[in-house]
């Protein structure tokens, strides 16, 4: 299970010529690793993008707006992962689809896992996965008016995931 309190999601998008860097606090989610059969391998991950923050109030508030992210229609950003391969020794390539602002896609994230460390009582490991979209796929087509297509707020969207897992007890099976 993610922690949520050790847990974010982060993104970098161009802002004219600088990139602007935000974040989702307390992510939730779920993984299922089975390295011995990568197909039995299950993620979801959920965020409230109601936590969105780019330290300017007023730039969080136009995004969480209708002329983004449309928070109070569409509260949730969603993963559910379809397929998982190995692409090193603690790498993996997860494909799954990314629901955003009412719309499905597929996408794939780049998986980098750490061993299992004990800690606070607990097995713990870290999990960093990284990606890119494209906004105007998921439908947050806003532009600055009479600026043109992607010159002020950039298309292409760099997703970055910092997330430890606790590891939980498999149920008992049967009585």
Known sequence: ??????????????????????M????????TLDEGNLANT???ATIDVSTITTGVEERDAHLKSPDFFDVAKF?????????VSKSGATSYAMMGNLTMHGITKPVTLAVTLSP???????????????????????????????EGAGVV??????ISIDAELVLQPEPSKGS
Request: hydrophobic share 35%.
């Open 153 to 158: 707020v950039g298309d292409n969207i760099e």
């Open 75 to 83: 509260p949730g950003i969603t993963f559910a992962s379809t397929s």
């Open 24 to 31: 989702f606090h307390k992510p939730s989610g779920t993984l």
């Open 42 to 44: 299950r993620a979801n």
């Open 1 to 22: 299970m993610l922690d949520p309190e050790n847990s974010s999601a982060q993104f970098s998008c161009k802002h004219v010529f600088t990139n602007v860097r935000g």
């Open 116 to 146: 299992p460390f004990n800690h606070a009582g607990g097995i713990r490991r870290a999990v960093e996965a990284t990606g890119a979209v494209n906004r105007k796929d998921f439908g947050l087509r806003w532009e600055f008016p009479g």
